[in-house]
């Protein structure tokens, strides 16, 4: 069975990195995009999703990730979904978590095979 991940807010070179990541999983992963709050919003409401990876700065809007963990955490469709802010800052972390986000990583960890196993964790690979 494929599993979906639903990548937020990433500029196109860190979607591309994501989406490298998931392919040296070895598993079958499909990587959707949405560039604003309110693209990733309709994307839930309209497929169910695996893992949800939200930048911490939206690239294309400014927006920011904790809003939409705020948004997504109200909405049934992501209950039991890992909802995971990629940020550096261990308090945007801080802050992810305390909204009821998992472990999140930084992209800079990106290659880490720490980050590799979290996320099969949490796509239970």
Known sequence: MTKKVLSCGQCSFDHQAISALFKQLNASIEVSEAHSVGDALLAVGKQRYNLI??????????????????????????????????????EAQLAAGQLGARAGFG???????????LLRQYLSL
């Open 53 to 90: 990876l939200i930048n911490r700065i939206f690239d294309r809007t400014g927006e920011e990730g904790l809003t939409l963990i705020g948004d997504l955490n109200k909405k049934a469709l992501t209950e039991n979904v890992p909802l995971v802010l990629i940020s550096n800052f261990p």
């Open 107 to 117: 992209k800079s960890q990106l290659r880490d095979g720490e980050t590799s196993e």
